[in-house]
């Protein structure tokens, strides 16, 4: 009976909360981000019988989350490369285009033993793709960290319920399997001695846990919703959603101790069959988003634990609403730009790990003046394109900063 909450609510609101994210009206765009120009994908479906096909629309325009996260800014310094991300869910379809040419290991099923690359019911291959989904000639989705792999850990049953125990197995088969961050789209409010033991071995195994914190809405009386574990977990990054206008979705940030808010409206990810894209949200997608860009963080600093991976990721969030900073709102928003790039941070040892040597010229003859001149001018014209390329720069990431969903 541990688990007898998690199971309704991940076969009943956190799965149809994945599935139904955006249906009977479109996103409320705010006139400051740009509207999808193409077809809506429709939202992932809810299965009783037979497997979730494939999705006869693919987005030819970037989705608003992946536009408000902006993952490509920091492409060109990492893109999660050599990571192993564990997906503790339904599966993960290897068969999806999206995670053609092995993004996707065979895993491990702890409900019924074999393998977890297939995935009838779709949930844990869009929370997979919004991670690792690869480049695909005519989509624009492309995932957060498109480098890392992916391993997949099927704690679900056929009938979309979580069996007692399995998701502190889950736990320890992707503590075996090596992964350095796991994502847990799922949570229970009565947690047993056996799966409080399962993440701390986790965090003994320097692992990045990322987890979902609920979705049920405050009772009628006001009061908020028993919080989920692992995400009320110290030592695990709890994660809840927000809307397109920055607004908190489902239980208060504040009052469920959530470290972290991401897109979890209208989001996209890959079908687990073919090349199209279903709509999908909750805050499952919004830990998501965050299981991203902790692969990105262990991807480019690979020295630092997790411990320092989390603590960068919060002290790099800024405000979802734009009007104050996190501190003020007891929560931040993901800023993958910011949580890459930053070197000047409260740590010494975050910054450690990228510090760069002092430059050393080497001791030679003087120049040829001829060649010296050559040199000058030919740095010179170098010198100036890199300027304009920084100020074209400094205005993009501005005009990004300044953006409100």
Partial sequence: MALALAVTTIAGSALIGLGTAGVGSAPAWAETAEAPTGEQPPALPTVTNGCVGES????????????????????????????????????????????????????????????????????????????????????????????????????????????????????????????????????????????????????????????????EQPSGTGQSPAPWYPASDDQVLAVGGIDTEGVPTGTSPVAAGVDLVAPAVGAVSVAPSGGGHFTVGGSAVAAAFVAGAAVLVRAYYPGLGQAEVRRRLELTAEDPSGVQPPSAVGHGMLDLYATVSSVELESPAIVTDREREPLVLPSGPPPNPAKFIAAVVAGGVAAAAAVAFGAAMVIKWGRRRRWRP
């Fill in 56 to 215: 006869p629309v693919v987005v030819d325009t970037v989705p608003w989350a992946q536009s408000r996260m902006a993952p490509q800014s920091v492409w060109p310094l990492t893109r999660g490369d050599g990571v192993l991300v564990a997906v503790l869910d339904t599966g993960v379809s290897s068969a999806a285009v999206a995670f053609a040419g092995g993004a996707v290991r065979a895993g491990t099923d702890v409900v019924k033993p074999g393998p977890a690359d297939r995935d009838c019911i779709g949930r844990g291959t869009a929370l997979a793709g919004i991670i690792a989904a690869r480049p695909v000639t005519g989509s624009a989705f492309v995932g957060v960290a498109p480098g890392a792999t992916v391993l997949p850990v099927r704690i679900v049953d056929a009938k979309g319920a979580i069996p007692p125990g399995a998701l502190a197995k889950g736990i320890r088969a992707a503590i075996t399997a090596g992964a350095r961050v796991i994502l847990l789209g799922v949570g229970t409010t009565t947690p047993d001695a056996d799966l409080t033991a399962a993440v701390q071995e986790a965090i003994a195994h320097d692992i990045v846990l990322v987890a979902a914190v609920s979705d």
